[in-house]
């Protein structure tokens, strides 16, 4: 039956199905007139009435500066109001002087002109609003500034424009000076190690009303049109000084066909429809978000699927990397044929076929699927793991395997010794050292990830392989075949519109591969779990996903994302079966 909808009473009152029907609703359609005029509006102002501001006046625009938006919500301006005549005169001294050192290295035309600038307002303004970060918080403990750690300054320069604007509103006018050496300002203001000032803001009331922005009046320089400003999808090709200008080169090798996103159209479509069930929207947390991506990819999209299981041996166990004997390998494989292995189980446990893929196990697996390489295999130290002509061989196996059938892919993997060749993988394809990526595999001693460390700074030092590197050029250096395959699998599952479960480590770097062959398959990863492996977590944030399951799980074989696909199909199945609300009527 329908229900009502049940409407939050603090927060966002409006439903998905409100602002499907009218998504512009959120307009302020009386007060965008005004904006844009006051926008229009705004000059950079340099004469000042000496007139006081009413303090009401001052707070309300200070209140807008204030209400900007800020990296992490960090709010790192501060406002220091001068209005001593003293420290107005020295800030005008200390201008000058910048302005005449600047000056000295311009044309005589430039120079002349930024002579001719008014910077009386620093002592004719009856307040200066000195604008100053406080960057002592470290950039990694700001959500947003780990990877920008400037957003913080950009945060206090939308805090001007606000301030400029509301400014423009009153009738005041402001002047932006940054003709200072900081440290001098700074040092001026007592600002403490760790506080930068974006400059000294001249407020009071305006003793000119230009029509036009004062530089562009004094000929200094013109707005530029708009179509020279807004570019279109990338930066114009005639631009670039020369191909290699790219900082992502296309990968050369094996021809890759455009993977394409779901549309936004189904993705928005696929949370509407989840914002309709009779529970608060997002409730599952981090399942909901997975849902709400896997269900955009259509119709039964969440349901059980298949998991490729993918096996091979590595010459790199010549270096005692694993504690098993590589005849384990084929062992566990023949027990996924027959069903025992416990991938296989977990598998069928969760309603996923297993797909029993032989990649070049030492002896052949009889029951199993045979892709395996013909040419030459390598310890990684010595030699590469993979030739080239294997690695497209192989990644075009897994295409077809991961195209073929419905619901979701689960990738799996067996391989005694392939942890030492995952953590290589990921260094090199992280940029990671030998220490940063090495775990415990399947069971190692201390002498044990000694030698596969050295494994691993081994097969970097000889490859040079690096996160520039040509991805599937790097599969062939320090991968091996379940690796190659496995990233075609990916990459058929994802042409196919079907989700992709990663595993492990060993099960989660041919996501990146494929990512990195192709963007748009990132739409197509789940994570399934984070395992104990030590790589994995770097992996996992390299591809921006949050993990399922984080169980410290260090099965491989794909049991992982087994356990994550019945989540994601028992999240499918509840979502289908909760009652819908609508609106009050
Ligand atoms: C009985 C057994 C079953 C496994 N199933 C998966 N792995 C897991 O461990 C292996 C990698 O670890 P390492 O690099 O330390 O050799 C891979 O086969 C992986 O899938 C197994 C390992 C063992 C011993
Ligand atoms: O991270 C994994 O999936 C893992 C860890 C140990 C052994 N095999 C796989």
């Given at each position: 039956?329908?229900?009502?909808?049940?409407?939050?009473?603090?927060?966002?009152?409006?439903?998905?199905?409100?602002?499907?029907?009218?998504?512009?609703?959120?307009?302020?359609?009386?007060?965008?007139?005004?904006?844009?005029?006051?926008?229009?509006?705004?000059?950079?102002?340099?004469?000042?009435?000496?007139?006081?501001?009413?303090?009401?006046?001052?707070?309300?625009?200070?209140?807008?500066?204030?209400?900007?938006?800020?990296v992490g919500h960090s709010?790192?301006?501060?406002?220091?109001?001068?209005?001593?005549?003293?420290?107005?005169?020295?800030?005008?001294?200390?201008?000058?002087?910048?302005?005449?050192?600047?000056?000295?290295?311009?044309?005589?035309?430039?120079?002349?002109?930024?002579?001719?600038?008014?910077?009386?307002?620093?002592?004719?303004?009856?307040v200066g609003i000195v604008?100053?970060?406080?960057?002592?918080?470290?950039?990694?403990?700001?959500?947003?500034?780990?990877?920008?750690?400037?957003?913080?300054?950009?945060?206090?320069?939308?805090?001007?424009?606000?301030?400029?604007?509301?400014?423009?509103?009153?009738?005041?006018?402001?002047?932006?000076?940054?003709?200072?050496?900081?440290?001098?300002?700074?040092?001026?203001?007592?600002?403490?190690?760790?506080?930068?000032?974006?400059?000294?803001?001249?407020?009071?009331?305006?003793?000119?009303?230009?029509?036009?922005?004062?530089?562009?009046?004094?000929?200094?320089?013109?707005?530029?049109?708009?179509?020279?400003?807004?570019?279109?999808?990338?930066?114009?090709?005639?631009?670039?000084?020369?191909?290699?200008?790219?900082?992502?080169?296309?990968?050369?090798?094996?021809?890759?066909?455009?993977?394409?996103?779901?549309?936004?159209?189904?993705?928005?479509?696929?949370?509407?429809?989840?914002?309709?069930?009779?529970?608060?929207?997002?409730?599952?947390?981090?399942?909901?978000?997975?849902?709400?991506?896997?269900?955009?990819?259509?119709?039964?999209?969440?349901?059980?699927?298949?998991?490729?299981?993918?096996?091979?041996?590595?010459?790199?166990?010549?270096?005692?990397?694993?504690?098993?004997?590589?005849?384990?390998?084929?062992?566990?494989?023949?027990?996924?044929?027959?069903?025992?292995?416990?991938?296989?189980?977990?598998?069928?446990?969760?309603?996923?076929?297993?797909?029993?893929?032989?990649?070049?196990?030492?002896?052949?697996?009889?029951?199993?699927?045979?892709?395996?390489?013909?040419?030459?295999?390598?310890?990684?130290?010595?030699?590469?793991?993979?030739?080239?002509?294997?690695?497209?061989?192989?990644?075009?196996?897994g295409r077809a395997l991961?195209?073929?059938?419905?619901?979701?892919?689960?990738?799996?993997?067996?391989?005694?010794?392939?942890?030492?060749?995952?953590?290589?993988?990921?260094?090199?394809?992280?940029?990671?050292?030998?220490?940063?990526?090495?775990?415990?595999?399947?069971?190692?001693?201390?002498?044990?990830?000694?030698?596969?460390?050295?494994?691993?700074?081994?097969?970097?030092?000889?490859?040079?392989?690096?996160?520039?590197?040509?991805?599937?050029?790097?599969?062939?250096?320090?991968?091996?075949?379940?690796?190659?395959?496995?990233?075609?699998?990916?990459?058929?599952?994802?042409?196919?519109?079907?989700?992709?479960?990663?595993?492990?480590?060993?099960?989660?770097?041919?996501?990146?591969?494929?990512?990195?062959?192709?963007?748009?398959?990132?739409?197509?990863?789940?994570?399934?779990?984070?395992?104990?492996?030590?790589?994995?977590?770097?992996?996992?944030?390299?591809?921006?996903?949050?993990?399922?399951?984080?169980?410290?799980?260090?099965?491989?074989?794909?049991?992982?994302?087994?356990?994550?696909?019945?989540?994601?199909?028992?999240?499918?199945?509840?979502?289908?079966?909760?009652?819908?609300?609508?609106?009050?009527?």
């Amino acid at each position: 039956m329908t229900w009502q909808r049940p409407v939050p009473t603090i927060g966002d009152p409006t439903s998905a199905r409100e602002r499907a029907g009218d998504p512009a609703a959120w307009a302020l359609p009386q007060d965008a007139a005004g904006l844009y005029a006051v926008i229009d509006a705004r000059r950079d102002i340099r004469r000042f009435r000496p007139d006081p501001i009413p303090d009401e006046v001052l707070t309300r625009i200070l209140t807008a500066a204030h209400h900007a938006p800020s990296v992490g919500h960090s709010q790192p301006w501060r406002f220091i109001l001068v209005t001593e005549d003293a420290t107005r005169e020295r800030a005008e001294v200390m201008a000058d002087r910048c302005r005449l050192r600047q000056a000295a290295g311009m044309d005589p035309e430039s120079a002349r002109r930024l002579l001719d600038l008014q910077l009386d307002g620093l002592r004719e303004a009856p307040v200066g609003i000195v604008v100053a970060c406080d960057r002592r918080t470290p950039p990694g403990g700001v959500l947003g500034r780990a990877t920008f750690p400037d957003a913080d300054l950009w945060s206090c320069a939308t805090a001007i424009e606000n301030l400029w604007l509301a400014a423009r509103a009153e009738g005041l006018g402001l002047g932006w000076v940054t003709l200072f050496e900081p440290d001098e300002l700074a040092t001026m203001l007592h600002l403490p190690a760790g506080v930068e000032t974006l400059g000294w803001l001249c407020v009071g009331w305006p003793d000119e009303r230009p029509p036009e922005p004062g530089l562009q009046r004094a000929g200094w320089s013109r707005r530029a049109p708009l179509e020279s400003v807004v570019l279109h999808e990338r930066w114009p090709e005639e631009d670039l000084a020369s191909p290699t200008d790219h900082r992502h080169a296309a990968p050369r090798g094996l021809a890759v066909p455009r993977i394409h996103a779901p549309s936004q159209r189904h993705v928005v479509a696929a949370r509407d429809e989840a914002d309709e069930l009779l529970t608060p929207p997002q409730s599952l947390g981090v399942l909901d978000r997975v849902a709400d991506r896997v269900s955009a990819l259509g119709p039964g999209s969440t349901a059980p699927g298949t998991l490729v299981l993918v096996g091979a041996d590595h010459p790199v166990h010549v270096h005692h990397i694993s504690a098993y004997e590589q005849r384990v390998t084929g062992d566990i494989m023949a027990a996924a044929v027959i069903g025992e292995a416990m991938g296989a189980v977990a598998a069928r446990t969760a309603g996923l076929v297993p797909v029993v893929v032989d990649a070049g196990v030492l002896v052949p697996v009889e029951g199993a699927i045979a892709v395996r390489p013909a040419g030459r295999r390598g310890d990684l130290v010595t030699d590469d793991a993979l030739e080239p002509a294997d690695v497209a061989l192989l990644v075009d196996a897994g295409r077809a395997l991961g195209a073929a059938g419905s619901g979701t892919v689960a990738l799996g993997e067996v391989g005694v010794g392939n942890t030492t060749v995952a953590s290589a993988l990921a260094a090199g394809l992280l940029g990671l050292g030998p220490d940063e990526v090495v775990g415990l595999g399947a069971g190692s001693d201390a002498a044990m990830v000694d030698r596969k460390r050295a494994v691993v700074a081994g097969a970097l030092a000889r490859t040079g392989v690096t996160p520039r590197t040509d991805p599937l050029v790097a599969l062939g250096c320090l991968g091996g075949p379940e690796f190659a395959v496995l990233t075609g699998v990916v990459l058929g599952a994802a042409q196919a519109g079907r989700a992709v479960i990663l595993d492990g480590l060993a099960a989660t770097l041919p996501g990146l591969v494929a990512v990195r062959l192709e963007p748009a398959v990132s739409q197509y990863l789940v994570a399934g779990q984070r395992s104990r492996e030590q790589a994995h977590a770097a992996v996992l944030a390299e591809l921006g996903l949050e993990p399922l399951l984080d169980l410290r799980i260090r099965s491989g074989e794909g049991v992982g994302a087994c356990l994550a696909a019945g989540l994601l199909a028992s999240v499918g199945t509840i979502r289908a079966r909760t009652g819908r609300t609508a609106a009050r009527p």
